[in-house]
Structures are given as C-alpha cells and as structure tokens.
C-alpha cells in the first residue's frame, strides 16, 4: 500500500478513540491482574505477532513477577461453511511449554477464529495454566464463541489503527488508538 501524498495518510487517522495515557492507566491494571494469578511463580507471556507487539512490550514492564517472552505469529483460515477454521502457525515458540503458566497477548479479538484456534493448540502442548489478555475486545464481530480472561478495552464494531494494530501494514506505530477512516 502506498499514499500519494503525507495527507492522505493522515486521512486515515479519522478520530482518536483511546489516548496514550488511558492505554497506560489499564496496562498498569493488567499487570497487577496477572501478579494477582500467580502471586511469585514464573510466567510466559506470549505476544501473538504482528499487532502485539507493543502491547506485549508495556505488559511485561507492568508485571512483578518473573517473566519469560515468547512470540508467535498465526493465521486462521476457513472455510465460510466452518465455524473454527485451521491455524497456520508461520512462527512458532522456541520452547516446550509444558511446566509453564502461559499467559496469551492479543492486540484484539474480532471474529474469535484465531484465538479459538490458538488456544486450542497451546492447550494440547499441556501448559500449566493458560490465560488470554487481550487489549481489545469487538464482541459485537464475534463469529466463533470465545471469551478471553481480561480485557483492557471494550470497543463497538469500528476499524481501528495504532499501539500495534494496523491498516495495510501501516498506522502500527501511533502511540494511540484511533479510527480509521477512508
Ligand atoms: P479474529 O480471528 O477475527 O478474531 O482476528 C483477529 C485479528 O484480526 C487481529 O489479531 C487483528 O490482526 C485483525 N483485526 C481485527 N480487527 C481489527 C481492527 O479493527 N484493526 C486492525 N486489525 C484488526
Ligand atoms: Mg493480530
């Protein structure tokens, strides 16, 4: 994708909807969340690329206790007849996660076909315990029923850029969460 001209990509940018600092102040709420699961035992925090890459850099500063990072990156595809479609994982974590209390990042959860899948698939490598955050939440798109366990924003069927979220592989850099606008 590319843009004629500096302001046609700040067309895109329609209408902040969440600032830096409110993303901040529920961050902060998270991490003591998941201080409260584990109180002191080890954790992994698995960021679910691209969209959370950001947040998974915040999320771990705002927990106490210990913490490994894993990432991993994957794609669900279906067939319109399908409820759940098959993950494709094209990155995958570098470790066994049997023995571990995981703990899922997700910059958003629309349809809820890839965290279903997702964590299905965690679920059959035996972890622990197996938590999912996410930053934010469309329930309104949901095609697949999937409820994560804590969720910093709660927002209406809109598009939306920023704090890692992007349009055409754009916008992911904006320290705040906006519309996004043809
Ligand atoms: P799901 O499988 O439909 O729940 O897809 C979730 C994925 O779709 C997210 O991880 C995002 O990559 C992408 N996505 C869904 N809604 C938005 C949005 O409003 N802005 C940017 N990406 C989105
Ligand atoms: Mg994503």
Redesign the pocket.
Known sequence: MEFATSAEYERGIKKVIITAEEIQQKIAEAGKYIDSLYDGRPVLLVS?LK?SFIFIADLARAVSVPCEIGFMQAK?YYESTQSSGVVKITMDLDRDISGCHVVIA??????????SDVVKLLRERAPLSLHVVTLLD?PE?RIVPFNPDYTLFTIPD????GYG???GEYYRNLPYIAE?GE
């Open positions: 679910i969209g669900s997700e910059d958003i959860i629309d349809t809820g076909r890839t965290l469309k798109r809109l598009f939306v850029i979220l992007d349009y996004y």
